[in-house]
């Protein structure tokens, strides 16, 4: 798959504004019972059909900003990155999308370029294919339910696949947006938090999704840029949003400032933002916006030439693209911090 074929995607940028609007306001389509709708075919993940990603594939897991200063590095890393994409399903005619569908591939194709790319100068990325549930789950918890149980039954066994194929020993490093940051929480719960993997666990990024700190018992958030075995996560919103129901539903949550690596609330300017990236172009702009922890959200004041990214007071879609550049140099420095850890 081409860069420009996937930038130039139209119906990428628009299934993305139309994601956030459901996941904000939530859909009042009708849904068939779960029991009564038929999933689609597993995953076979020993098919590298079913992987967007892989490190000896040429995907788009590789690409790097035009203007980038920090180079892919996949060949030589030491370290992988298990990445799980978000919900790009935003509405069909079944609970959970099929792995074979050629339309909904290349929206998850688009957010891999976006996201999981900025990776790759870290670690040899990873990336399955999964029946990711239909966005209506997140809104309908007693028919919703099962649908996030098969998303998470998929991304489980593609890393299970990965650890007993691929990993070889090295440390990991793992990464999730929204359903995707789930799914990672998940990962982490069943595969790290307490065990003796806990010591590969280079970092995790599960962002975009609330979750409580005790949900992770043995594992804490990050307060250093430095910090190795812990987590780092957020979720953006404009400044001074300060809605019942936004506090109420992130009581709670942890958040990190991605543009200090800190959980406290001391804040940012933009100047500590190294580049962010839009969905229009794939570049690296400097300064994009600041960012301070507020109430567990995370607060940024309107970002430069991020046209497109806000829907209401959310910033969901640039959870990661607002601050491409300290995520992917953060990563390189959590893995390299580990290296040193570790002799």
């Known amino acids: 798959m081409k860069i420009n074929r996937i930038l130039s995607c139209k119906k990428c940028k628009a299934t993305l504004l139309l994601l956030l609007n459901l996941l904000l306001l939530s859909s009042c389509r009708p849904y068939r019972m779960f029991e009564k709708t038929k999933s689609p075919a ?156 806990q010591g590969k666990l280079i970092a995790a990024y599960p962002i975009g999704i609330p979750f409580q700190k005790e949900d992770l018992k043995n594992l804490s958030v990050s307060n250093d840029e430095r910090q190795t075995g812990c987590y780092i996560t957020w979720n953006t919103f404009a400044w001074n949003t300060k809605t019942k129901s936004q506090i109420e539903r992130y009581k709670g949550v942890p958040c990190v400032n991605p543009l200090t690596m800190k959980n406290d609330t001391v804040y940012a300017s933009a100047l500590l933002n190294k580049g962010g990236i839009t969905s229009k172009k794939f570049r690296i702009i400097d300064n994009v916006c600041d960012a301070q922890v507020h109430g567990n959200l995370l607060w940024v004041h309107k970002p430069k030439k991020a046209q497109g990214l806000r829907i209401m007071k959310s910033y969901h879609l640039g959870d990661i693209s607002l601050f491409y550049m300290n995520i992917r140099t953060n990563a390189i420095i959590r893995t390299d911090e580990y290296f040193k850890s570790h002799k």
């Not at 992987?51 to 980038?68: E, F, G, T, Y």
């Not at 990445?83 to 290349?106: E, F, I, M, Q």
């Open 42 to 197: 597993a995953p076979d993940y020993t098919n590298e059909m079913n992987w967007i990603a892989l490190p000896w594939l040429h995907d788009v897991a590789d690409s790097v900003p035009a203007n980038c200063s920090v180079p892919e590095n996949q060949k030589n890393a030491k370290a992988d990155v298990f990445y799980v994409h978000p919900t790009l399903y935003a509405s069909g005619s079944k609970w959970n999308a099929d792995v074979s569908d050629k339309k909904v591939n290349k929206k998850n194709e688009f957010s891999v370029l976006h996201q999981a790319s900025a990776f790759n100068a870290a670690g040899r990325v990873y990336a399955p294919r999964y029946r990711q549930a239909v966005l209506k789950a997140f809104f309908d918890e007693g028919r919703g339910k099962p649908a996030l149980d098969i998303a998470y039954s998929d991304v489980k066994k593609a890393f299970e696949q990965y650890l007993k194929f691929w990993n070889e020993g090295r440390p990991i490093i793992l990464v999730g947006h929204s359903q995707g940051a789930r799914h990672v929480v998940q990962l982490l719960k069943d595969f790290f938090d307490g065990t003796e993997l």
